[in-house]
């Protein structure tokens, strides 16, 4: 997939920790962590607009297209 949720450096900028967020967003840690780690299939836009908001982004900053083959699966981390 081309499309990657940049989650992990989001939260290390602002010396967040998931359980944190979680609390703040009132989504699970397993939901975040599965957005985190690039997992998840569809986000809603009322998840989207509350990461945002706690986040203090938009929505093109916690999301990113990397250009590549449709259906690869991009690490961001390699």
């Not at 900028?13 to 690039?38: F, P």
Request: contains cysteine; proline residues 4%.
């Amino acid at each position: 997939m081309a499309i990657i949720i940049q989650l992990d450096r989001l939260l290390a900028e602002r010396r967040m920790s998931l359980t944190e967020l979680s609390d703040r967003v009132g989504v699970t840690v397993a939901n975040l962590s599965i957005l985190k780690t690039g997992k998840a299939r569809a986000v809603r836009f009322t998840t989207l607009d509350a990461l945002c908001r706690e986040l203090d982004c938009q929505p093109g900053d916690l999301i990113a297209h990397v250009p590549g083959p449709a259906g690869e699966m991009i690490d961001e981390e390699a």
